[in-house]
């Protein structure tokens, strides 16, 4: 496998690791100053209680990021289109109108509906994870398919295809099990954050669920750029 395949892949779970890291340092919450605006947006019910969707969104943007920047013949205007089209959707699906935007809203509203239709707990919150992760991997997929450089291998059409959706459904299973780990944080003891800074023991909690959600998406990255001649997309 090329360094490159593996820099591309590792770099948005690099970078939510940062912003983790970077909250934790300066003691960051809800009490540090920013303007109302930011404080209207993101603070309520969504943040309460998935916390951990903030640092998706920025595995999210770093993953269109690295794609668009890595070494490969994708054209220069190519490559811009496509983090521009995916950085946007990321922000507005994520963000719009408040902090979880339609994916949150999407997820939380299937998972509950559901339930409220008798099927059981946990059949129901991975049936929202699904629809989270799908609108999620929709905005970050489409950007990588712009600015990422097809494959070019010669094979049968249909081979290719098949490569393709199998591609598809594996980042998108790993999605889904990636919404649905980060959902658990207030389950499995994670604190109040951002009402208050994180401690120690926080920071160590999120760093773990960061890389055992994220961990089999950017494995599959992983391969599958290096299957992709010769950029990361």
């Not at 605006?37 to 951990?52: A, Q």
């Amino acid at each position: 496998m090329s360094i490159s395949a593996i820099l591309v892949a590792a770099a948005p779970l690099a970078a939510a690791l940062a912003a983790l890291l970077a909250a934790f340092v300066t003691g960051f919450d809800q009490s540090t100053p920013a303007p109302a605006e930011i404080g209207t947006r993101f603070y309520g019910f969504f943040l309460d209680h998935y916390p951990l969707f903030a640092f998706a969104i920025i595995y999210a943007l770093a993953r269109v990021i690295a794609v668009a920047i890595a070494p490969g013949p994708s054209a220069i205007l190519r490559r811009v289109l496509g983090a521009l089209a995916g950085l946007v959707l990321v922000l507005a699906l994520s963000l719009h109108p408040t902090f979880g935007g339609l994916v949150l809203r999407g997820g939380f509203m299937t998972g509950g509906m559901a339930f409220l239709n008798q099927m059981p707990m946990g059949a129901a919150y991975a049936l929202g994870a699904a629809v989270a992760a799908s609108a999620f991997g929709a905005a970050m997929g489409l950007g990588v398919v712009i600015a990422g450089q097809p494959s070019l291998e010669r094979v049968a059409r249909l081979r290719r295809i098949g490569r393709g959706l199998a591609s598809v459904g594996g980042r998108f299973l790993a999605l889904w099990f990636a919404l649905a780990v980060l959902g658990f944080a207030r389950t499995i003891g994670f604190g109040p954050w951002p009402r208050r800074p994180l401690d120690a023991g926080d920071a160590l909690l999120v760093a773990a669920c960061l890389v055992v959600a994220f961990l089999p998406h950017a494995l599959i990255s992983a391969v599958r750029a290096n299957q992709s001649a010769p950029t990361a997309g």
